[in-house]
């Protein structure tokens, strides 16, 4: 099993529009995938409503082990891809982390899908928290998505920095543009400097489109409401740097 997390201090970036995009093209290609909806707020219910209007539960049953996680899980929203939609409750998943301190609540908690999901996508509120070190501390591979501005790159540099310190696996970060804009000067001279500002070639560089503007709306990921968007083929080029970066194939 895999574990990746979409993730940046920011918010209102592109961290759940892309994890439900990549949630379902990985479930596209037959592998099991589970996407866990960590933020409280639970936009990724709203990206997923047209397949089944979907309720979270509870989270103190789960965390005090009364529960276990599969009766959180909603199967097939799409063949192949389960979702653990987000609770109200999940507000409170910082205080009980910070009472477990030492070990990784969270891994635990993902422990059990090991035999029946091949990959685990988490969507992350964007908060510096406990929970989030513990993210960053399980996930192979967390992508950030980055709106090419200065202010952008700073609080990047801010996230490596974070994760350094906190020795949470400096490799693991994966940033990708979103939201470009290119009519932009900055935009594209960012773009452009991509490769050199951070030691590699961006996946993709999503731009700001209303297709994805209406997945909220029509309760759909963007490979079945605009395939052939200019958005949507980014989203499948990041996803094809996703499968390479976790089964180099
Ligand atoms: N590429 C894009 N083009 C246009 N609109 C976008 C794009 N990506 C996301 N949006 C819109 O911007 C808003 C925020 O997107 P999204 O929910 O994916 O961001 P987020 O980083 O998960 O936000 P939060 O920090 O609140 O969790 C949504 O209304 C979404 O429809
Ligand atoms: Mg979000």
Redesign the pocket.
Known sequence: MRIIA?Y?P???????????NMAYLASRENISTLLWDL?P?G?ASF?LAGAEMVKGRKLSKLLEGKSPIARFIHENVYPNLDFIPAHSSFRNFDIKLEQEEGHNALKDLLAPLSEDTSLVIL????TLSRLTEQVLEVADKVYV?LVPTWLSLNSWNQLREFVKDKKLGNKKLRPFF???DRRKNLHREILAQGSELFGHQVPAA???????????EEGQPLELLAPNSP?AVEFRKLWVSIRKDLWAR
């Open positions: 979409f940046s920011k918010g209102g970036v592109g961290k759940t529009a892309a994890a439900v933020d707020q936009a990206y969507d992350c509120p964007p998505p979103s939201m470009v999503v731009p700001y489109a209303s297709a994805v503007e209406r997945m909220g958005a």
